[in-house]
């Protein structure tokens, strides 16, 4: 499966500079959130595939879901075989629909116990935040979350991708990373990812 993962700024590549066809090798979008609904619809549209998203701590502010699109927070959604377990939002800095402290982010995990264990588990996290102490901030707003360790260690899922951390605040931000048996994409603007390295 191809999968185009997107978040927080929208990549000039598949919109300003759009293509007709630029977007067929794709079998998925997943998006990482704070992304305006425009944007998303446009692209999958576009693209003729699923689309799966989680909110960012940005995306109380734009009024409405966007149409066409999958939300994947707080469950686990199934797009080609492929299991896709959405926790959006980002650490609580201010009021807001999409922030969260880590005892709030550790509840919504554990809700997740029944779907988790009637899917066997997952393939992709798919979230805004990055895991504490892997691509994150010092700084509260961009603090991520230890839970997202644990959901790791324990079901060992191919992916773990994310935004929120975007090289507007720093160029040398990677986009790949490792946790275990995990690759870890931080999506900002866009990245694309071929699951067949991963045997998914």
Known sequence: MKILAVSDVPSDRYYEYYRPGILDEFDLILSCGDLRPEYLEFLVTMARCPLVF???????????????CICAD??????GGVRILGLGGANRYRDGAYMY???????????LWLPLKKHHGFDILLTHAAAFGLNDFETIPHRGFQCFHTLMDQYEPAYFIHGHIHRNYDFRIPQRDQHGKTIVINAFEHAVIDTKEQGI
């Open 54 to 68: 989680v909110h960012g701590n940005h995306d109380d502010s734009y009024g409405r879901e966007p149409q066409g």
């Open 74 to 79: 707080d469950s686990i959604v199934t797009v």
């Open 101 to 111: 402290t880590e005892r709030q982010m550790k509840s919504r995990v554990r809700k």
